[in-house]
């Protein structure tokens, strides 16, 4: 298994008793320092494969590394390196926020007891749960709850983060506090897998991507190599549509539409000079062009489906 | 906190009683469990009270009970008598059913088991908190009763179920023999307590399924025409603590007692080591 990779997995399968296959065959790639951003609809094996690489599952088949050390047999020794969130926060109800984090640091057998106190109260700080650390967990936003979930994964320095959606449930204030201290996370070299549905999220924080689709990894790579692998568009706004599309399927640009006044195409190997200078030529009126690079949520939904339903 | 600080494999303490002590204090914490230790205390009160207004002569109730008036510390004896069909056992299957279901059911258990805590540790610390819950339980009732009984009746000389005396604190030793006796009895229904846990989610669920199964085998018990039954059921031999009152000693039914509940407790144990150790956790 290669040293270079936080996350590594091949063919890693989950198949359930009732017969669905969860997981499948997937092979995760995620680098030492990177941000992964783990996409895919609802029901798209996200969060089974998150368990099945903490080792809460055991996998149908596949193996799987965690910074290098093979999973399950390391699991001692390599998982106090690991914060994790799964499927959302969840604590003892009747524990304050920080009883239940002293509880979590005292479970753990490498945690130096006599920083306890001290370390429980700095990742409740980092998360801003500070003046509420005393209060009840069940007396807590579902906001709240989800920055106990973040704060337990601070407890000590971690060289791995895997987030399950931990952002859900925060108001936009704290989402952008989440957004900063992810940011700070990784700068400081900390891998993060940051499992998520919201495309805005990966655009601002993620260096790399997975795809989950029914089960199976689609997409998997650099940020910016996904985005290139899907080609930019010339946009056209003019009084005269007809001609502009005319000029456009002239110059050999494929896949021609047009929508009122405006008119797109594919623009492939053309420059996007020769097209402005080519409409101008044949007085076609240009009101505005433009290249746009395909969003990440056209390529998204391109990958996983225009369906509404989540995947069965 | 860089990650270059964690990049060492952390070294886990050898001995480390921290996670033993929060699941103690987890337990003895939790308002749900004050009240029902004031429940199981509430018991030897109703007795000695009882006992002091209506001054009951001897031979009149229960065996223990008429013997309260002579020596307090039969209100030990009388109460831990009472409660051992059926409040002691219920208070250990709500502790040993909560144990692995509960925290499936909150969904701290993948929390737990990410940190990571070893799957045999976690069991290993459970049953280790009910064993220590099961002989406060005990030692709280005997207690409440003993004190209680001793200030309103006075102690002296125990009269044993064989007719001599003993004295005062030998007495007292017999009592804590008794209290040592019930925690084996009921460590063993823990950890059967413990097993139905590692089946479900549903904390209550298991309490009420170790629940049945107590009354159940006090049921089958008495009944004669399965009397090839009787040595088997885990609840046949609890009542055997009166051994422990004769001078001297009798060993039979203790012994088999002890034995009965050493080898629940090795099956159950085990069985939910296999059960829980090889379980997928998507709770």
């Known amino acids: ?312 | 906190m860089s990650a270059a600080e964690a990049t060492v494999t952390p070294t886990p303490r050898r001995v480390s009683t921290r996670f033993f002590r929060s699941e103690l204090w987890l337990i003895f914490g939790r308002r749900r469990n004050w009240v029902g230790m004031a429940v199981l205390a509430s018991v030897p009160v109703l007795i000695t009270v009882a006992v002091k207004l209506t001054s009951p002569g001897p031979g009149d109730g229960p065996d223990f009970v008429s013997r309260i008036t002579g020596n307090g510390l039969f209100a030990a004896l009388a109460a831990l008598t009472l409660e051992l069909p059926l409040f002691l056992p219920l208070a250990v299957a709500a502790i040993s059913g909560d144990a692995v279901a509960g925290e499936a059911n909150l969904g701290t258990l993948r929390y737990l088991l990410t940190v990571p805590v070893d799957r045999t540790r976690l069991l290993a610390v459970k049953f280790a908190a009910i064993v220590v819950f099961a002989l406060s339980a005990v030692l709280l009732v005997a207690g409440v009763g003993a004190v209680l009984g001793l200030i309103l009746f006075g102690g002296g000389p125990m009269l044993t179920l064989s007719g001599s005396q003993l004295p005062f604190p030998a007495g007292l030793g017999r009592v804590l023999l008794v209290c040592l006796y019930m925690t084996a009895c009921l460590t063993a229904l823990g950890a059967i307590g413990l097993f139905v846990s590692t089946l479900t989610e549903q904390p209550i669920g298991a309490t009420i399924a170790v629940l049945i199964l107590t009354l159940a085998s006090e049921i089958l018990d008495v009944i004669p025409q399965l009397s090839w039954l009787h040595r088997y059921l885990p609840t046949h031999y609890w009542l055997a603590y009166g051994d422990l009152l004769r001078d001297p000693i009798a060993l039979g039914g203790v012994g088999a007692g002890l034995l009965s509940a050493a080898a629940y407790t090795v099956i159950f144990t085990t069985a939910a080591w296999a059960r829980f150790g090889s379980r997928d956790v998507s709770s």
């Open chain 1, 1 to 312: 298994m290669s040293a270079d990779l936080a996350i590594e997995s091949r063919g890693l399968t989950k198949r359930f008793r009732s017969g669905q296959v969860a997981v499948n065959g997937i092979d995760l790639a995620v680098p030492t320092g990177s941000v992964y951003g783990f996409l895919g609809p609802n029901g798209s094996g996200k969060t089974t494969t998150i368990r099945l690489l903490l080792g809460l599952i055991r996998p149908t088949a596949g193996t799987h590394s965690l910074l290098g050390e093979p999973m399950p047999r390391a699991a001692a020794g390599v998982l106090p390196r690991v914060g994790a969130m799964v499927e959302g926060p969840a604590f003892h109800p009747y524990l304050s926020g920080r009883d239940n984090l002293r509880r979590l640091d005292a479970a753990d057998r490498t945690a130096d007891p006599s920083t306890a106190a001290a370390r429980v109260d700095a990742a409740l700080d980092r998360v801003g749960l500070l003046a509420a650390a005393g209060k009840r967990y069940r007396q807590y936003s579902l906001g709240m709850r989800q920055r106990l979930a973040l704060a337990a994964t601070l407890l000590r320095p971690r060289d791995l983060l895997i987030l399950d959606e931990p952002t859900n449930g925060l108001d936009p204030q704290g989402t952008r506090e989440v957004r900063a201290l992810l940011g700070a996370l990784a700068a400081g070299g900390t891998t993060v897998l940051l499992s998520t549905h919201l495309l805005s999220e990966v655009e601002q924080i993620c260096t790399h991507v997975g795809v989950m689709h029914l089960g199976r990894l689609v997409a998997q790579g650099s940020l910016a190599d996904l985005r290139a692998r899907t080609e930019p568009r010339a946009q056209v706004h003019t009084g005269d549509p007809a001609g502009a599309a005319r000029v456009l399927s002239g110059l050999g640009l494929a896949d021609v539409s047009v929508t009122g006044g405006t008119v797109t195409a594919r623009v492939g190997e053309v420059e996007p000079e020769k097209i402005v200078a080519a409409l101008v030529r044949d007085d076609v009126p240009v009101r505005g062009f433009a290249v746009t690079a395909a969003d990440l949520e056209e390529m998204f939904v391109g990958l996983t489906g225009e369906g509404f339903d989540v995947s069965g």
